[in-house]
């Protein structure tokens, strides 16, 4: 799994005013929770891009006064005005300890349904897992060769080894529904099928 490595400083002044002074300087505040201890530091916005701004699921080893800290992201705040950032929450993995992590889905395969003329619609970019660290992957992959038209794949069609899925079983997380043109010929195939109707009998003439 690709790991991102930060290099930052301990922070030892606290309050607004400290938290105003770093962000003057381009440093980020964070803290590091869910090991022996909670670890407040600092480091430069520019080392947390590739961390923050990217859908993918990683690593970040963070380096603070030679000791170093294996992390996933957990929290972020941005600035309301500039968006930009200014804090982050990071989770200490502990081999013995479970986690909780959003792990991004990778749909794989051909869905029977789009080949039978339907769409696929992706409805969910993440599955919401508990498991040991040793068991975090970048993603889950999720085969839809089955799926078929107006189907769906659900939370709990989802069968991972070592992973504890949190969201709900029956939320749909994929499925294929039918194009505006399949609509259009199902309506069009019950009326072409139909009988024609018996002509109306011609009234009797008058003696």
Do not use: W
């Amino acid at each position: 799994m690709n790991t991102i490595t930060i290099e930052g400083q301990l922070r030892t002044a606290f309050g607004k005013s400290a938290t105003r002074q770093l962000r003057s300087q381009e440093l980020v505040p964070g803290v590091i929770y869910g090991g022996a201890q909670e670890v407040n530091f600092s480091a430069p916005a520019a080392a947390f891009k590739k961390l923050v701004y990217t859908p993918n699921f990683q690593l970040c080893e963070v380096k603070l006064d030679g000791k170093s800290y294996r992390t996933i992201l957990k929290d972020l705040q941005f600035d309301k005005v500039n968006d930009e950032l200014i804090h982050v929450d990071l989770l200490e993995l502990v081999e013995d300890k479970k986690v909780i992590a959003n792990i991004p889905i990778k749909f794989v395969g051909n869905a029977k349904g789009v080949k039978d003329g339907g769409k696929f619609i992706s409805k969910m970019k993440s599955l919401k897992v508990k498991t040991f660290p040793k068991y975090l992957k970048e993603q889950i992959e999720v085969n839809v060769d089955s799926l078929e038209l107006n189907g769906n794949v659900r939370v709990e069609d989802v069968n991972v080894p070592n992973y504890e899925i949190l969201n709900s079983p029956r939320i749909p997380i994929a499925s294929v529904t039918l194009t505006r043109q399949l609509k259009q010929e199902e309506a069009a195939a019950p009326a072409a099928a139909a009988p024609a109707a018996a002509p109306a009998a011609a009234p009797a003439a008058k003696k």
